[in-house]
């Protein structure tokens, strides 16, 4: 079983950038991707990318948030630049077999870290 840690979350003021970081336990063949959180919210899908790299933003982060991964496939980056007051929320990693924008099909989570954007 795949355990994912994520850090990097923090208070930040409107417009400025954070980078959050997934540690993955181990090497695996799983797609990984970002989820967010907002209070009284469902989750929702921000960014992933595929075991093969290829990679997708929800509408409202593209311009402004980046998914990298490391080449050993165990670490994931989401640098967040240009936040906005919108953009609070908890965020979450998520790796599993199946790539999809809905959180259902994802296997393994992270326990989230905190992102508040101050306006």
């Known amino acids: 079983q795949v355990q994912l840690v994520e850090s990097g979350g923090g208070l930040v003021q409107a417009g400025g950038s954070l980078r959050l970081t997934c540690a993955a336990s181990?090497?695996?063949?799983?797609?990984m991707a970002w989820f967010r959180q907002a209070p009284g919210k469902e989750r929702e899908w921000v960014t992933f990318i595929s075991w093969d790299g290829s990679i997708d933003y929800a509408e409202s982060v593209k311009g402004r948030f980046t998914i990298s991964r490391s080449q050993a496939k165990t670490t994931v980056w989401l640098q967040m630049n240009s936040l906005q007051s919108e953009d609070t929320a908890v965020y979450y990693c998520?790796?599993?077999?199946?790539?999809?924008?809905?959180?259902?099909?994802?296997?393994?989570w992270g326990q989230g870290t905190q992102v508040t954007v101050s306006s």
């Open positions: 998520a790796a599993g077999p199946i790539l999809a924008r809905s959180r259902e099909p994802w296997t393994n």
């Open positions: 181990m090497r695996s063949p799983y797609h």
